[in-house]
């Protein structure tokens, strides 16, 4: 990849493709199961899949990079806690999780999935996938664990745990389909599959899949607070509301990695001051800022403004199964008088791209493209058509006025300005639809949304690296993630059915087919997904933006040049 | 008397007053201004409507973030709303809240401390202890705990900084209670049978008038000051509602550099306003100070 990839100014087109180009990667390693008369273009394969169905591991070219260093990064709060498959937040990567653990595989920038702790990963004849852990992969040396060896066997704990049928573990959606395990040696663990599953690769390669000791599980009861992986960090300080502090693992199994000799990361609640440290010194990276504050940075050869379309989507959620929203009529009147241009141009400044139920950042072959949502209802420029059918709708629905309570919570201040904009739309089309606004604490606003008291709100959630994630994880009856109580048996079975397909062209026609349902019942109004940007000082080499959530683990590449 | 000469009389009272107006803005031209200001600030929050150029709330996304122009007097914020308009109706929460705030204050805090020091004894005593804990903590982080407690909004948040200030008003009170309570005329209305309620309200009250109405034009600028350090952490107007608080923090800090009008106009508001009230506080506190009375 051109190494100035990231440093060209943004381009709509060529974020989104890629995007498009990871989720094409990890299909091609899953067409090695044999379920799959696939023909992708040979060119988005990469190292990580081979056409005999195994992979083995790869390294990012080496030897370039400078041992030493500290890289200083900052957030906006703390973590809730450190536990890797119960939490779900960057805050919990950064500061710990995504540095200090392993998983079997990693999604690189490009969002292929490599190979990590598996040295080879294969796929067997009955469907069933062989991983082959890296021989002499030492967790930590931390009590109780003390720097003991990786076995299989903490590999079956850890997947085994993530798929916990309780509230708190809610990526048990990912591994729901491994009907067994084996680990015939200490180094082999094989999932067996009823059937084939296509998102495995990208759910085994989550920053959030870690792999974990077990005997620091036994020890704790859990891993809120406790961090020992095999990663090539070790956390050295945790002090809440201060700072999280990281040193280089002597003992990582790859032994020219990391360069850097430790990561500190403080807490600064406000964007301004991590800016100002940022250009002050004080920081090597800001990994979170709004494209505005980017555009202060660019153009400036001290800083490198690195942008990707791996962002979040914000959406506007109702609560379908109960209130006012749970008349599909309402739902569908509130998003035709949105104006989701207004809301990129006034939150993002423009630099940020139109979404459907998957995001764009996935590419053409699992999201609308923006050429076609711009065509959609809702989405179209020439609102009098959608202002007169939502009128039609609250008329059907028997209302002529209809005032909801709009929730949302701040820090994120995207919440703000996103709800007080669609505020206004809704005032400006003059179709009956007030809604008052009623700002909480993220404490507040949980609570609303886990017991389903809330009528409507907005937020930004994480970006998704495959399409299952956006789909299953957030409309599937009772799943983990589906906080709207939105619940449609066809679709279940639609959502089911894009799970087992492993051809990507049917899965692909399955994919949106629900995206197609999802923007009739409309059980979220997608409003943009943002262009992601992050700032770091030009010394920092080896570096490659990616998601939030996968961005840390991208930390063990980087280094400091003097 | 003929109506001529009730004529000539009505005259001369006029210019009487006028000359008085004038002597004591020639004798006290800093409180003169803070009375200006005062003026404008309670003007401009009556007739809003009026004054504003534009709806404060409309977003126009055209006019993100356009510097002061004839269309846009002091530049458009990141929603593209007007920051002149914003600036205007957000005096309405400064004015009501700081008026508020201080009546909260003055009536709690004033009614505390005129107890306090005219009962006296081991009330006055548990009184003054629970002021001074009060008084040990900064005004703000009295009101941001009150407020975390209630919850934000413009009462909540009036009730709050009110409650935050009357410690001080308590103290003043309290001071002025005592030596008035021992004056001849209150022990011979005390002899005449007057009751408590009555000495209070009828023979010490109006003689502690003087410093109530210094202190009322500190704690107006004091709760002032308070809703917009409020608003700026947070707890204060709620959006989209303007504040100068508001309007200084979120968008005003974000985008401070590349449009430094969405934090200068506000801040010179805030600065302005309670400038004035303090000046015009201490004009007050000169021409009711008996040592300073002819010092001029």
Request: glycine share 8%.
């Amino acid at each position: 990849m051109d190494s100035k990839y990231w440093q060209r100014p943004l381009s709509r087109r060529r974020a989104i493709k890629g995007g498009a180009m990871g989720v094409m990667g990890a299909g091609m390693l899953l067409a090695g199961m044999g379920c799959s008369d696939d023909d992708s273009p040979g060119g988005a394969a990469t190292a990580t899949a081979t056409a005999g169905g195994s992979a083995t591991g790869t390294e990012t070219p080496g030897g370039e990079g400078t041992r030493g260093g500290q890289l200083r990064h900052a957030l906006d709060r703390d973590p809730v806690s450190f536990d890797p498959h119960i939490e779900a937040s960057f805050r919990t990567q950064f500061a710990g999780v995504g540095n200090a653990y392993n998983s079997l595989m990693t999604l690189n920038a490009d969002l292929q999935a490599e190979p990590d702790l598996a040295s080879e990963v294969e796929v067997l004849e009955d469907g069933s996938v062989r991983f082959q852990l890296h021989e002499g992969v030492k967790f930590h040396d931390i009590a109780p664990v003390s720097g003991r060896v990786l076995t299989s066997e903490d590999v079956v704990a850890s997947i085994e745990r993530i798929r916990t049928d309780a509230p708190e573990f809610q990526r048990a959606y990912m591994f729901e389909q491994i009907t067994d395990f084996e680990t015939p040696d200490d180094r082999t663990v094989i999932m067996k599959f009823a059937e084939p599953f296509a998102p495995l690769f990208n759910y085994v390669a989550n920053p959030f899949s870690a792999i974990i000791p077990q005997e620091a599980l036994e020890a704790t009861g859990d891993l809120r607070q406790t961090v020992i992986g095999t990663g090539p960090f070790v956390q050295t300080r945790a002090d809440m509301g201060s700072t999280f502090e990281l040193q280089r693992n002597p003992d990582y199994f790859r032994a020219d990695r990391p360069y850097l000799d430790s990561i500190r990361i403080d807490v600064m609640p406000d964007a301004s001051s991590r800016l100002a440290a940022l250009r002050a010194g004080e920081l090597t990276i800001e990994t979170r800022p709004t494209p505005d504050d980017a555009m202060l940075f660019q153009g400036d050869d001290k800083w490198v403004v690195l942008e990707h379309s791996q962002e979040g989507q914000a959406t506007v959620r109702y609560n379908c199964a109960s209130g006012p929203f749970a008349d599909e009529r309402l739902r569908k009147a509130f998003d035709l008088a949105l104006i989701r241009q207004e809301n990129i141009d006034l939150v993002l400044g423009g630099q940020g791209y139109l979404s459907g139920p998957v995001g764009p950042g996935l590419g053409d072959r699992w999201s609308y493209t923006q050429q076609q949502l711009d065509a959609m209802p809702g989405y179209r420029e020439d609102k009098e058509e959608d202002y007169a059918e939502a009128r039609k709708l609250l008329e059907a629905a028997g209302l002529t006025e209809f005032n909801p309570k709009f929730i949302y919570y701040t820090p994120a201040d995207t919440n703000e300005t996103n709800a007080v904009a669609i505020q206004q739309q809704l005032a400006r089309a003059g179709i009956g639809i007030n809604v008052t606004l009623e700002h909480l604490d993220y404490a507040a606003w949980i609570p609303q949304m886990l017991d389903g008291s809330f009528e409507v709100t907005v937020t930004t959630s994480g970006f998704r690296d495959n399409p299952d994630e956006y789909l299953y994880a957030l409309f599937a009856t009772g799943a983990s993630r589906n906080d709207t109580g939105y619940s449609n048996p066809a679709l279940d079975d639609l959502l089911n059915a894009q799970r087992l397909e492993m051809n990507e062209d049917a899965r692909s026609e399955l994919v949106f087919q629900i995206q197609d349902r999802l923007m009739e019942e409309v059980p979220n109004s997608w409003l943009y997904s943002a262009a992601g940007f992050q700032i770091h000082s030009a010394n920092l080499k080896g570096y490659h933006a990616t998601f939030s959530h996968n961005s840390p683990r991208q930390f063990v590449n980087a280094w400091l040049e003097a | 008397m003929t109506a001529q000469a009730l004529s000539e009389v009505a005259t001369v009272r006029r210019m009487s007053r006028t000359g008085s107006l004038l002597r004591a803005v020639r004798r006290y031209p800093l409180g003169a201004f803070g009375l200006i200001v005062l003026t404008v600030l309670l003007a401009v929050a009556a007739a809003a409507p009026l004054v504003a150029t534009h709806d404060p709330l409309a977003t126009d996304r055209v006019a993100r973030l356009v510097g002061p122009s004839a269309q846009h007097l002091m530049g458009t914020d990141q929603l593209g709303r007007d920051v002149f308009s914003r600036l205007v109706y957000a005096a309405r929460p400064a004015v009501i809240i700081g008026f508020g705030a201080m009546l909260v204050g003055l009536g709690l805090g004033g009614a505390v401390g005129l107890l306090s020091g005219y009962i006296g004894g081991i009330f006055d005593l548990l009184v003054q202890r629970v002021t001074d804990a009060m008084m040990a903590l900064p005004n703000l982080v009295v009101a941001i705990a009150i407020v975390a407690v209630l919850g934000g909004g413009q009462t909540r948040v009036l009730l709050a900084i009110g409650l935050s200030i009357s410690p001080l008003v308590t103290r003043v009170v309290r001071a002025s209670t005592l030596p008035v309570k021992q004056n001849d005329y209150v022990e011979a209305a005390m002899v005449l049978g007057a009751s408590h309620f009555r000495l209070l309200i009828r023979h010490i009250v109006p003689n502690i008038m003087a410093p109530i109405i210094v202190i009322a034009s500190v704690e107006l600028s004091t709760a002032i000051l308070a809703e917009a350090s409020l608003s700026f952490l947070g707890f204060g107007v709620p959006a989209p509602d303007p504040s100068w608080g508001s309007m200084l923090s979120g968008d005003g800090r974000r985008f401070m550099q590349q449009a430094p009008w969405l934090v200068i106009f506000p801040g010179v508001a805030v600065s302005l306003a309670v400038l004035g009230i303090n000046l015009l506080g201490d004009a007050v506190r000169d021409a009711f100070d008996p040592r300073l009375r002819g010092s001029r």
